[in-house]
């Protein structure tokens, strides 16, 4: 067995773009800024699932650097991560999915969530909001962290 973490932070975009997490896009918030759809709990689960296949990072394989993945959607990027991890030998037998933010709420969205992630990993996996209490940039709403553990079988 091998266990991955990620993590990911955006801060929320001055413009109109759309809030995506974990392929949901909410209504009436305001999104993130990033190089792809800014898609923080793809991008942290990816991470996961990278790590504990000893694959590096998502930076390696999707680069902002990269115009390839300019807006980008983060779904399709972590369909791709999954498909490097069975590659390498892996079956992800999990995920775990901390998304920490003060808006929006995540419990309205938490099944859509979760159902997304499952679809694309192929595995049980758990989402849960967490709010900052006030605490730091993410509790002065300036952005959305979010954590991701992965656990894989051979």
Known sequence: MR???GFDIHRF???????????????GERGLL???DADAVAHAVSDALLGAAGLGDIGQHFPDTDPTWKGADSMAILREVVSKVREAGWK?????VNVICERPKIAPHRNTM????VDAVGAPVNVKGRRAEGLGSIGR??????M??????P
């Open 148 to 153: 991701a553990v992965a656990l894989l079988i």
């Open 114 to 117: 979760q159902q997304n992630l």
């Open 13 to 27: 975009a001055d413009d109109d773009r759309p809030l995506v997490l974990a392929g949901v896009r909410i209504a």
């Open 34 to 36: 990033g190089h792809s």
């Open 3 to 5: 266990i991955g973490q």
């Open 92 to 96: 992800v037998a999990n995920v775990d």
């Open 141 to 146: 709403v300036e952005g959305i962290a979010c």
